[in-house]
C-alpha cells in the first residue's frame, strides 16, 4: 500500500508541477490525479469476493490523470489557480514524505530482523 501511495503522490506531484508551469499558457487546461476513488471501488469489489484477496485489490488500482474541463475566469481560457496548485504541491510533498519514511520503516524492520 505504500508503494502505491507514493506512486500516486509523486503523479500528482508532477502534474500540479506541470499546471504550475502552464499557468500562463494560453488555453491550458489543468489536471489533477485521481486514485483514491479507484482503489475504494476495487477493495469493495474485492471484498465482497474474497477478503484475502485485498493485496490484488490494490496492486490492480491505477493512478489516473484527469483535465478540468470547466470554464476560466480568464481572458485566454487558462484555469489553472495558482493558489490551489501551490496547497496542492505542499500537501503532496508532505504526504509523500511520510509514504517515504514508512517504507524506510519497513525495510528498517526487515533488516532487524534478518539480524
Do not use: C
Not at 476513488?37 to 489516473?64: C, H, P
Amino acid at each position: 500500500m505504500s508503494q502505491k501511495m507514493a506512486d500516486y503522490l509523486w503523479q500528482k506531484q508532477q502534474v500540479t508541477l506541470n499546471n504550475i508551469s502552464n499557468v500562463s499558457t494560453p488555453g491550458y487546461k489543468s489536471q489533477y490525479v485521481i486514485f483514491e476513488d479507484e482503489l475504494k471501488t476495487k477493495l469493495d469489489f474485492y471484498a465482497q469476493k474474497d477478503g484475502s484477496r485485498m493485496k490484488e485489490a490494490i496492486m490492480d488500482s491505477s493512478v489516473r490523470v484527469k483535465t478540468k474541463e470547466d470554464e476560466s475566469s480568464r481572458l485566454d481560457e487558462n484555469n489553472v489557480n495558482m493558489d490551489v496548485e501551490q496547497i496542492e504541491l505542499a500537501s503532496a510533498y508532505i504526504q509523500y514524505q511520510m509514504a517515504i519514511n514508512d517504507i524506510n520503516g519497513e525495510f528498517n524492520r526487515i533488516r532487524s530482523a534478518i539480524k
